[in-house]
């Protein structure tokens, strides 16, 4: 028995659709896994957020209150990146569109957190290291503090810019 004969076209045709069934299940993976990183990310800022409030309550007897304060603030700005990501997450599934916007927000809350710790930290090393290395640790301190600042001010100088583009919209009424 001989196989059938196909023309060229049909077997070119049949590649197209399998490769069209291909590429719409690799689309579909890729929705999949959006999901489940937006889950992930909500369910993490969840626990952080329960975490937080648990710790600040348990260490607010034992711990002065500006250090416990500090820490819980600390916890709830990595929710707000967490919950930032996860609305990031869920207007590119909305509208298939990854925007830039929202990853400056999350690099100054980022940093912002950075500068808080680093306070934090500098008044608990001062307290226990000696004289000679105060300064040293002061100085650290002012460059990284320094560092934060300057990301900070380039990142809402970007979100400044990403605001006045002409989009799409505004260019069509003009």
Request: hydrophobic share 50%.
């Amino acid at each position: 028995m001989t196989p059938p004969v196909t023309s060229p076209g049909a077997l070119e045709k049949s590649r197209r659709a399998t490769m069209q069934w291909l590429l719409g299940f690799m689309d579909h993976l890729d929705r999949l896994g959006y999901v489940a990183a937006g889950f992930s990310l909500l369910a993490l800022g969840m626990l952080i957020f329960v975490h937080a409030w648990y710790s600040f309550f348990l260490r607010s007897t034992d711990v002065p209150l500006l250090p416990a304060g500090l820490k819980l603030l600390n916890d709830l700005l990595l929710v707000i990146i967490l919950l930032e990501l996860f609305r990031t997450v869920v207007r590119f599934l909305q509208t298939e569109v990854l925007e830039l916007e929202p990853y400056l927000a999350v690099g100054i809350i980022a940093c912002t957190r950075r500068v808080l710790t680093a306070s934090a930290e500098l008044s608990h090393q001062l307290e226990v290291v000696t004289r000679e290395a105060r300064q040293e640790l002061f100085q650290q301190y002012l460059m990284d503090v320094g560092l934060n600042v300057t990301v900070i001010i380039v990142l809402i100088l970007g979100v400044y810019l990403l605001r006045m583009r002409p989009t799409r919209e505004r260019s069509a009424t003009t």
